[in-house]
Every structure is written in structure tokens, then in C-alpha cells.
């Protein structure tokens, strides 16, 4: 899937610009350019309350399953081409093995609505250029390149009208490792890729992305990727594309288009992503097309909290199955969809339409809400049961209405206390991995933010997560290697953290920060006030500890700010602060 990362992100910060324009450009090709907030909200509103889909990764890549000359190949099996650097003619000769004959896309969907998933996106074509439909551009594809023949994308679209699951489709719209002209990140490294980018996209790209989104009735979801080598003037040619099916979802990896959703690959974010629909999408083992020897499957109770701290950061879970070449999902990804799907009978009424927790940290799990006229269920997902029978659910202020049980409709004592609301539960937990207390409380969420506390040490660190963003410009950021405050380019902006002590006492102070210039700073503490400059660490991944100095600082709520000097400020990111009890 993954292309290089600068590329994904300077298409990334080149969308942003270009949006802002375009936004109010009555000629721009982008269906969706003027829409109102009312219509996207209206278009989104399927997507939003599904949370949960099926990712197929499935093509020629299947043949050779991680394995290249008798040598397994490191990477993702679908990469397989490029990481051992296949030369085409060589690649071809897999297509004439894959014969999925036992393909049966109608179990492949109930399975999916078994799990609770609500839609599927399959790779209609990848970056190695094969094409699972009739495509009438090219003969790399599933029909006129393989014994099987048929066309592997019209009996699915058929499996998901029958059974009620929207439909979706992956297109690699740049790189293409096969067809002449095509993109390929690393550069080709086979003459017969050699070719114009342009012709291919008019030629190939193009034409492809109009078959499928003509073929299939009703496409949900296009789901471009990597923009490796995608110009304003070749995305603008796919953009128009879009209004082939009214009202399609397409996500942020076409290029020079935000598109409608974010991709976390992988990963999830730790605060979500403000103002902006999103959707991890994540692999079971450790690759998106199958490898036959890979086994490092993360297990069933993993994946059913991934998907509820998904859902309560306000996103959507996209799973991926890699399908072998005989058309067959493995047995252990199967495993965990049924055990996933067993936890979502019972609890699905706390993942489906739901919206994101208020709270910015839970002990004990992670929350949903529902509003229900001018009051709000709380959907209390448990991982850490309480023995002792009392549930606190800290700094919630509204008064309680009631609780219950999701798993057995159970009533429960709740009752208002100056630390939150306390609900009396049960002292076994309904499921061992998450159980789901159903809280109503009246009027919508209102919650006092939870102090950070000293450790048993006496320390207090302060996580780039847990800061107060002071400004617009300024960015939680995590995924990828980061997990930092980031984009501070703004030197009028600041980031503060509010913690408690019980012992007060003087504290040494040290900053992590990564930059790539000398930037200075001063951080604060009542009256007094630290000086600080940036170490410059060649990049802005590779932090550096920073000792700071010292501050006294007495019991109870205590703040602590950063803040840039103007006079040639320079940005940084900042990844912790430590306050630790100065030796005697």
C-alpha cells in the first residue's frame, strides 16, 4: 500500500493549499468543491455511522506469496514486484498460475456481515497494474491473463446488493509497475517500464477508473493511493471522474485534493482528527496481500479494542483479509472476524452511529456517545473491569438518569459525586475483553478535565498528547514514529499542561525536542520562567533531551507553559516535558 512517505506528504500539505483555493472556485474540476455542509453531512452520513469495513488486498501477488527465486522477500506481499524488483516479463508469468477457483464472493461478504462490517473495498487494480475486472484497456488483467477467465469484481458487487453491504473500490491511479509510463516509487528498474506518465494516465488510468465506476451499479467508496508522481494537472483530470456515481466517498491519496476522509495507515491516532472524517486501516498479520509464511496474526481481543478506541476517537476501522490465489481468505483471518463479529452481536448498539468520547483519557477504556434529543447516552466500553463494583467515570458533571448492563439490559446504581459520576456494576465483567456500560445523562457532555498526577517517584511527565494547543496552526501528531506537538511555524502560538502534585518540592526540568534549527523558547511556571533553545537534531523525528533548570513549585493544581521567542523563532516539535525532584 505504503509508497514513500515524502511523497504522501508533501501531496499532503500540496491538498491543503490547493483546497483552500478551490473551495471557492466555481470552475474547479472537484464534484464536490461548492458542496454545502449540509449536503457532505448528508453524503457522509452512511459512512460515519457504519465505523467498521472489510479491506481486500487480492491480485497476482497472491502467486508468489512473499517468495521471489526461493528467497522470501522482506515488505508487504503486495509489494513484492518492487521490493525484489521483478522485471515485467518475469511478473507476468505469475498471472497464468492465479486461478482462483474457489472463490466464493458470497461467503467472503457474509463473513464481512458476520464480523459487523458494513462495507467492503477491494483493490480493483494495485500498484503491479493487474486489473481483477474485464478492463478493456489492457489484457493484464483477470479475464484475458489468467485460466480462471471471469471477471473477479461483478459477483462481488452482486454478494453485497443481496446481503446490504456498500460496495467500494482501491484504485492505484499513479503507479503502475507493469504498463509503460507508470509511476513506481524508488524509480523503474526495467526498460519495458519506461514510458509517458501522461499517455499512460490517458490510456490506461483513465479509462480503468471509468470502468469500474460504470460496470458495478452502486460504487460507494473510491479509494485512491499513493500519488507518487501525480501533478495538479493529472489529478484534475481524475477528479471529474467522481461524478460518474453521485454522492461517492473518496479518501486524501489521489494528490492536490483533500478529498473526504483521512487515512491513518496502520496506526490510529491518538486525538482523532479534528474537523476531518477519517479511517484507520490496518492489516491482521503483518502485510495487506498475502504471504504464506507470515503468522504474526494479532489476536481477536486486540482487534476488538483497536476498533472501540477507533470509534470513540470519532473514526471508521478499515480491516484488511489478503486473499491466497486459489480465492481463499486464511483460516486465521476468518477466526477473527467471527470472534470480533460475536462481541459486535452484543455490543454493536455502542459502535454503530455513534460519535466520539469526551473525555480526553478514561482509566479504565474508552467511550461513545449517541445524543438522544437534548440529553446523551454515554456507552462506557470497559476493558479494565473494577473488582470492587464501582465504576468512576471521572469529571463528568451532567446529572445521572440511569445505567444498565448492555450485555444483559441489567439495571445499575449511578449517583452524582464531586470526582464524576460513580456507577455501582457488577463484580465479574460481562466480556473479558470489553464490556459496554449503557450511562444516559442529561444535556450533552459536560467534563472537567482529568489532572495529570505525580508518579510514585515523585515525578510528573508531561506527554506531547496531554498538552493544551494554544493556536490554529499547532498539531497533535501521531503514527509513523511521532508522537509530538508539530506545524509550529506560528511563534504567537503555545502549548500549556495542567498537572496536580501532592508533594511539592523544587524539579529538574527537561524538554525532548526535535528541530532543525536553533528556535528559543521559554517555558513558565507562575512567576517563574525558564530559557531554552532548540537543539538542532537534523530532523524533525530524532528528539534530543534538554535540560531546562529548575522550578519550585507548591502542592495542589499547578500549569506549565511553552511559549516561542518571536525574534527569529524557528519550529520544533516537542515531545515531552519531565519534572523530576531534585536529588538534596
Known amino acids: 500500500m505504503k509508497t514513500l512517505l515524502t511523497n504522501v506528504l508533501a501531496a499532503g500539505l500540496l491538498a491543503l493549499v490547493s483546497t483552500s483555493t478551490l473551495a ?179 490510456d490506461i488510468a483513465i479509462p480503468q477508473v471509468k470502468e469500474i465506476l460504470s460496470n458495478y451499479g452502486k460504487i460507494s467508496v473510491l479509494w485512491w493511493d499513493t500519488p507518487t508522481s501525480m501533478t495538479q494537472e493529472r489529478a484534475d483530470q481524475l477528479i471529474p471522474l467522481l461524478k460518474l456515481q453521485p454522492g461517492i466517498i473518496h479518501n486524501n491519496r489521489l494528490g492536490f485534493y483533500r478529498g473526504d476522509t483521512e487515512t491513518p495507515e496502520q496506526f490510529i491516532p491518538a486525538t482523532g482528527y479534528k474537523d476531518r472524517d477519517w479511517e484507520t486501516c490496518m492489516t491482521m498479520n503483518d502485510t495487506w496481500g498475502f504471504k504464506s509464511y507470515d503468522q504474526d496474526w494479532k489476536d481477536s481481543a486486540d482487534l476488538i479494542r483497536k476498533l472501540v ?39 454493536s448498539k455502542a459502535i454503530y452511529a455513534t460519535g466520539p468520547s469526551p473525555f480526553k483519557r478514561l482509566p479504565w477504556g474508552r467511550a461513545t456517545t449517541r445524543a438522544v434529543g437534548r440529553n446523551t447516552t454515554l456507552f462506557l466500553h470497559v476493558f479494565d473491569w473494577p473488582e470492587n463494583g464501582q465504576l468512576l467515570v471521572p469529571g463528568l458533571k451532567n446529572k445521572a438518569q440511569s445505567g444498565r448492563v448492555l450485555a444483559s439490559g441489567a439495571k445499575l446504581q449511578v449517583k452524582n459525586t464531586a470526582e464524576g459520576v460513580l456507577v455501582t456494576v457488577p463484580t465479574t465483567a460481562p466480556d473479558r475483553v470489553s464490556s459496554t456500560v449503557i450511562l444516559d445523562i442529561k444535556g450533552t457532555p459536560e467534563v472537567e478535565p482529568m489532572l495529570i498526577a505525580q508518579e510514585a517517584d515523585g515525578s510528573v511527565r508531561l506527554p506531547a498528547m496531554e498538552a493544551i494547543l494554544h493556536g490554529s496552526e499547532l498539531q497533535y501528531e501521531s503514527g509513523h514514529g511521532k508522537d509530538n506537538v508539530g506545524y509550529w511555524t506560528d511563534s504567537s502560538e503555545w502549548v500549556e499542561w495542567k498537572f496536580k502534585l501532592k508533594t511539592p518540592g523544587v524539579f529538574e526540568v527537561t524538554a525532548e525536542i526535535a528541530a532543525q534549527g536553533s528556535g528559543r523558547f521559554t517555558l513558565a511556571a507562575g512567576q517563574q520562567a525558564l530559557s531554552g533553545t532548540a537543539p538542532n537534531t537534523g530532523d524533525y523525528t530524532r528528539f534530543q533531551k534538554v535540560q531546562l533548570g529548575t522550578l519550585d513549585l507548591p502542592a495542589g493544581e499547578n500549569s506549565v507553559t511553552v511559549k516561542p521567542v518571536p525574534a527569529g523563532w524557528q519550529p520544533l516539535n516537542l515531545k515531552s516535558l519531565t519534572l523530576r525532584p531534585k536529588a538534596p
Open 309 to 347: 478506541d477507533i470509534a470513540s476517537k470519532g473514526g471508521n476501522f478499515l480491516l484488511n483479509v489478503g486473499p491466497t490465489s486459489e480465492g481463499e481468505i486464511p483460516q486465521p483471518s476468518i477466526d477473527r472476524l467471527r470472534e470480533v463479529g460475536s462481541w459486535m452481536k452484543v455490543n
Open 24 to 202: 471557492a472556485d466555481k470552475t474547479s474540476p472537484d464534484p464536490y468543491a461548492n458542496e454545502t455542509t449540509e449536503q457532505r453531512d448528508a453524503r457522509m452520513k452512511w459512512w460515519r455511522e457504519a465505523r467498521f469495513g472489510m479491506f481486500i488486498h487480492w491480485g497476482v501477488y497472491s502467486v508468489p506469496a512473499g517468495t521471489y527465486n526461493g528467497k522470501r522477500i522482506d515488505g508487504i506481499g503486495e509489494w513484492i514486484m518492487n521490493r525484489a524488483k521483478i522485471p515485467v516479463s518475469e511478473y507476468r508469468a505469475y498471472a497464468p498460475l492465479f486461478n482462483p477457483a474457489k472463490y466464493d464472493p458470497d461467503a467472503w461478504v457474509q463473513l464481512a456481515k458476520e464480523a459487523g462490517m458494513k462495507y467492503i473495498i477491494i483493490t480493483s487494480k494495485h500498484h503491479d497494474g493487474f486489473a481483477l475486472f474485464d478492463s478493456k484497456v489492457t489484457r493484464w488483467d483477470m479475464v484475458d491473463a489468467t485460466p480462471y477467465g471471469k471477471d473477479l469484481l461483478k459477483p462481488l458487487a452482486a454478494a453485497c446488493r443481496k446481503h446490504g453491504l456498500r460496495l467500494g473500490f482501491y484504485y492505484s491511479q499513479a503507479q503502475d509497475w507493469t504498463h509503460p509510463g507508470g509511476a513506481a516509487a524508488g524509480g523503474h528498474w526495467d526498460p519495458a517500464q519506461e514510458g509517458s506518465m501522461d499517455d499512460y494516465l490517458r
